[in-house]
């Protein structure tokens, strides 16, 4: 099976291009660049130079020795922990910048949440020789200051946004705002397989060489295709990009991993598929966190990566299908393989990616009743050094409360 969207931008039911009508025609030209450029030679070369030179491609695909000892089927993790900037962003950033590059704008722009987009989006700007302004909620900005630093040193510059929760979803209004303004010389950046089409499809693309490395990665290994391929779904562009290369390999699991925070029956959680409604968000329409009245409501995760109340059109349409399925995990679960891999394999992982390991644990010792030596891959999206803060605040609290 493999997953296209029609002419209107749409993955069945989902997808298509809810834009401002000013910005129809910027949207069709970013269509057409898009696919000019990505079907030119030289574009595509000087993008593989920099995911090779810079970025680090291709990343390793590590067997898991210890975690599937401990779990009972073999384990492999696809390292974009080690992408430059820590995580699997910088694929999407470098390659949109590029293409801005070439499309003669000189400008970019995006909207963050956490900042960690903010920063691959810096981080790329700077190496092309672009301007850089983010936009970030100024709730957002007092809850992560480091990554609001990392940006002003990586020569960008941060817009503060005081409007409405003065988070995520009103950054992307005033992005968009920015972009209706300033068409001419500027680029609007996403930093997931999110927004009107093009953009889901953009992403998806520029994140696609993790599920191609992964491929080639586990046929030299194993000398076969995995049983089942785990990752976390924020928005959905590290699935997707480990996802697409597997889509028409019937036999190939694929399992996307939500947040389920609190827990979903407490409503705080960030699980758009496991337990959203359909509606319009960010210029798609797509599974979503809202009320009855369409208002959307606040996402919680103490992953910041997967504190946002959509999903991407296609992941949507890939669980609807059936193809991808879906489940969740809860902070505390998370905390739980965030130490299992640290102190098994010595590697920290990102709470976003401790997701998918928490729920890939429990996978393997289902199947090893069932099934000898289940071969799993898991996408371990992102390092989890930006995450410590936060962890040693979980644990200190519980400590404090005697639970430690
Ligand atoms: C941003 C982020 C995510 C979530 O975004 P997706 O688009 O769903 O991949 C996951 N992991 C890490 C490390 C991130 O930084």
């Known amino acids: 099976?493999?997953?296209?969207?029609?002419?209107?931008?749409?993955?069945?039911?989902?997808?298509?291009?809810?834009?401002?009508?000013?910005?129809?025609?910027?949207?069709?030209?970013?269509?057409?660049?898009?696919?000019?450029?990505?079907?030119?030679?030289?574009?595509?070369?000087e993008l593989d130079s920099l995911l090779r030179t810079y970025a680090g491609r291709p990343t390793a695909l590590y067997f898991a020795k210890n975690l599937s000892k401990m779990s009972g089927a073999k384990?492999?993790?696809?390292?974009?922990?080690?992408?430059?900037?820590?995580?699997?962003?910088?694929?999407?950033?470098?390659?949109?910048?590029?293409?801005?590059?070439?499309?003669?704008?000189?400008?970019?722009i995006a909207e963050t949440g956490a900042g960690q987009h903010g920063v691959a989006t810096a981080m790329a700007a700077a190496v092309l020789g672009l301007e850089c302004e983010v936009y970030m909620g100024t709730e957002d900005i007092e809850r992560q200051k480091l990554n609001v630093f990392r940006m002003k040193l990586l020569g960008a510059k941060v817009n503060p946004v005081d409007s409405g929760s003065k988070t995520l979803k009103d950054a992307i209004n005033e992005s968009i705002r920015d972009w209706v303004t300033n068409v001419e010389n500027t680029y609007y950046l996403i930093g997931s397989v999110v927004g009107m089409h093009p953009y889901p499809l953009m992403v998806r693309e520029f994140q696609r060489v993790i599920g191609k490395e992964t491929k080639v990665q586990i046929l030299d290994a194993e000398g076969r295709l995995p049983d089942t391929i785990i990752a976390c779904v924020g928005g959905g562009s590290n699935a997707m990009g480990i996802f697409y290369e597997f889509l028409s390999d019937d036999a190939v699991e694929l399992i996307g991993v939500e947040a389920a925070g609190k827990g979903l029956e407490t409503g705080e959680h960030g699980a758009s598929i496991c337990a959203g409604t359909e509606g319009v968000l960010h210029g798609m329409y797509s599974k979503l966190l809202q009320d009855e009245d369409g208002q959307i409501k606040?996402?919680?995760?103490?992953?910041?990566?997967?504190?946002?109340?959509?999903?991407?059109?296609?992941?949507?349409?890939?669980?609807?299908?059936?193809?991808?399925?879906?489940?969740?995990?809860?902070?505390?679960?998370?905390l739980n393989a965030f130490k299992i891999l640290s102190t098994k394999e010595g590697i920290i992982p990102a709470l976003e990616s401790a997701h998918a390991i928490h729920y890939a644990i429990e996978e393997a010792k289902k199947k090893a009743g069932e099934q000898k030596d289940h071969l799993i891959v898991v996408n371990l999206s992102g390092r989890g050094d930006k995450d410590i803060y936060t962890v040693a605040q979980v644990l200190g609290d519980r400590r404090e409360a005697g639970y430690v």
Do not use: W
Request: glycine share 12%; with cysteine.
């Open 1 to 45: 099976m493999l997953s296209k969207p029609d002419e209107h931008g749409k993955f069945g039911i989902f997808g298509g291009k809810f834009a401002p009508e000013v910005l129809m025609t910027t949207v069709e030209e970013l269509e057409a660049a898009y696919i000019t450029y990505t079907n030119d030679k030289g574009f595509r070369t």
């Open 75 to 108: 384990i492999y993790l696809k390292r974009e922990d080690l992408v430059h900037g820590g995580a699997h962003k910088l694929n999407n950033t470098l390659g949109q910048c590029l293409l801005a590059k070439h499309m003669g704008k000189r400008r970019i």
């Open 298 to 334: 606040q996402s919680y995760s103490f992953a910041p990566g997967l504190d946002y109340p959509g999903v991407g059109p296609e992941l949507a349409h890939l669980a609807e299908s059936g193809r991808v399925k879906m489940g969740s995990t809860t902070d505390e679960e998370t």
